[in-house]
Antibody, heavy 116, light 106 residues
Framework: QVQLQQSGAELAKPGSSVKISCKAS????????ISWIKQTTGQGLEYIGY????????NYNEKFKGKATLTVDKSSSTAFMQLSSLTPDDSAVYYC?????????WGQGVMVTVSS | DIQMTQSPSVLSASVGDRVTLNCKAS??????LNWYQQKLGEAPKLLIY???NLQTGIPSRFSGSGSGTDYTLTISSLQPEDVATYFC????????FGAGTKLELK
């Protein structure tokens, strides 16, 4: 069965970076895009962007350009998202999901907390 | 950017009720509208895609309709396990979520 297993919770200091992972299994990794979504209590769900897992091509929400960097490692069927120059506003749960507009499979989410 | 407005923000209903949730786009989204259900502590779960297509494994009491800028999710007979927050999501032009409707039992 399709599974997306995300890495564990992160506690980071303001100004630092974190890199979270999303390991796919149960399907051909390079056949589907991976999307990333941010969820906060205040802002709800925000679409960060997606990556073409075959070519590595990316497309970002303007709001997250310069904040998020999406990459993949095809050898391990893993997608990554690096968040840089962290501020408290980046504290959220981050999800990966398979596909672009059609996302039936999601990871369990990673809680990122930014605090000094 | 396309804005998605969901109404109501909170809905209280009784078991067995027919429930209707609404989602309005700021411009025509050509039926590229999905509905998700999210329970506390879980990832969103896809219920309906492209307005009226029931995702595999989702009970038939869930249905979707709409066109242009106005879309609806209907639960024909509310069950206790349907208590959740429901989000609409457009993928016609970039991708945008609505703010959600919290569905409670009366």
């Amino acid at each position: 069965q399709v599974q997306l297993q995300q890495s564990g919770a992160e506690l980071a200091k303001p100004g630092s970076s974190v890199k979270i992972s999303c390991k796919a299994s149960g399907y051909t990794f390079t056949s589907y895009y991976i999307s990333w979504i941010k969820q906060t209590t205040g802002q709800g769900l925000e679409y960060i962007g997606y990556i073409n897992t075959g070519s590595g091509g990316t497309n970002y929400n303007e709001k997250f350009k310069g904040k998020a960097t999406l990459t993949v490692d095809k050898s391990s069927s893993t997608a990554f998202m690096q968040l840089s120059s962290l501020t408290p506003d980046d504290s959220a749960v981050y999800y990966c999901a398979r596909g672009r507009g059609y996302n039936p499979h999601w990871g369990q989410g990673v809680m990122v907390t930014v605090s000094s | 950017d396309i804005q998605m407005t969901q109404s109501p923000s909170v809905l209280s209903a009784s078991v067995g009720d027919r429930v209707t949730l609404n989602c309005k786009a700021s411009q025509n989204i050509n039926k590229y509208l999905n509905w998700y259900q999210q329970k506390l502590g879980e990832a969103p779960k896809l219920l309906i895609y492209n307005t009226n297509n029931l995702q595999t494994g989702i009970p038939s009491r869930f249905s979707g309709s709409g066109s242009g800028t106005d879309y609806t999710l209907t639960i024909s007979s509310l069950q206790p396990e349907d208590v959740a927050t429901y989000f609409c999501f457009q993928h016609n032009s970039w991708n945008t979520f609505g703010a959600g409707t919290k569905l409670e039992l009366k």
